[in-house]
């Protein structure tokens, strides 16, 4: 992550404000342990299924720094599986930690007891997590029309329900782009500003004010402190 | 001009005198304005400020003198319904431009307004560094305009500083002589004096330099906003659009319709501070709602 945003690092943005969207704490322990001991082949399956039509309106994409989902739980399909016969008891048998995560999609609306606890979802009242999430196949959202995209297009999710900050997005007013004017630049994503599940932007602290009164308000020095 | 033919008819009599006390080399004292200069003298001032460098700072600089880029008008755009007045802005300027931290200089100053209030004299900008935004406020970033037509450069004695084909003005500290007219002459407080050695810990300090732009600066010398021109002859964005984090801070070239700034002026209503002054801003504030 670091050194693909090498082009902001000299910026506190990075440590603050946009960029600490996921408390860093048990996330990150989750993350290692499920990449480590998830079977191999699971990613790929993923990779291999292609969800992402070639639709017209599709077409547009846009270059995007790495999703936050990627420090955090993902691959989710190392827990949400269509097929669970047998997974859960072998890496049982290797790890004798994660089986029992390992679980078949549950499309109930209802309180997450198990995992996920730290969300808290606060978008429109009536919103559910498979109005965004695929249900099947976790490792991908899913749009109204049942096209299923992956993370770094989370843009046109968000921009189904608001399109007229999509639309500004594009052309790059709302939110912000990094690396180059001319030549290479990457669009941030919606979420990597607003947390999906509670969009409002947060407030944040600001940074010292200047050491009054080194020059008054005409640039003028009013008296040296020193 | 004309100072340059003096100082050179008066070489042999005058120049010593001139410089004892003073801590200019001859050559620095000789040497041509920036834009008279040809590629050797270029490569001779490069070389000469390099090694200053690093004799002053223990390190070795990069020092750029790319021209303007052609077919390129610079313009910036800042959205005053995004801004949250955090100053991650003026820090971000401070560290790229290698600002002055003791005596402090920051060429961003952003104001703090009372909603519904649009007098800039009645603006605070020691505001606290609380949490924002602060319900009941609004906040307007300041800094360098970039005028078309600069007052600045108008009153200048010695033609240190004047305005590139890619409509940045800029200072040539070496020519500059502090007299301060161009603080004076602008409207928008945005230039910034060295009344003292400037200061900045070692590892602060940021070795990406261009001639007119954030190249250490002396005592006595006046300086500013360049749109960050070690970063942006090269197609970077300044470092104040990449560190805001509303998003609020727009830049491009003016003359490519798909640029940002571009849309922001066909989509948005726009306007520049001052516009009774006809000093022309390329600098836009505006409301994305």
Known sequence: MKSTWGVIATSTAEKEGAMIRYPSTIMGVFLLLVLCIAPKGMAETAGNDKPDKQGAEAAQEYSVPPPLVYQSLYPCQACHRRDTRGVSSQLEKESGFLGKYIRKPDPQPRILIKMHRNINLNHAEWMWCLNCHDTDERNYLRLI???K???EKSYRLCGQCHGSIFRDWKIGIHGRRVGNWKGKK?????SHCHDPHSPQFRKLPAEDPPRSPNYGRWGVIEHEQE | MDRRKFIKGAVSSLAVLAL???DQTIEEFLQNHFLEMSKDDMEAARNRLIKQYREKFGMDFKLGMEPALPEVLYSYGLDLSRCIGCRRCVSACVQENNQSRKPQIEWIRVLRMKNGSLDLEESEHYYEAEMVPKEGYYTIPIQCQQCENPPCV????????????????????????????????????ARRFNFAEPSIPKDEINPNIHYLGNRPRMRGVVEKCTFCIQRTRKGRYPACVE????GARKFGNILDPESEISKVIETKRVFR?????????????????
């Open chain 2, 154 to 189: 108008k009153v200048c004695p010695t033609k240190a500083t004047w305005q590139e084909p890619d409509g940045i003005v800029v200072v040539d500290y070496n020519w500059c002589i502090g007299c301060r007219y161009c603080m004076a002459a602008c409207p928008y407080w």
């Open chain 1, 149 to 151: 995209i992956s993370f």
């Open chain 2, 273 to 289: 501070l001052k516009a009774e002054l006809n000093t022309q801003p390329r600098f836009y504030y505006f409301f994305s709602i």
């Open chain 2, 20 to 22: 004892s006390g003073c």
């Open chain 1, 186 to 190: 990457l669009y941030l994503l919606c």
């Open chain 1, 145 to 147: 029309t049942g096209e």
């Open chain 2, 243 to 246: 560190a805001c984090p509303v």
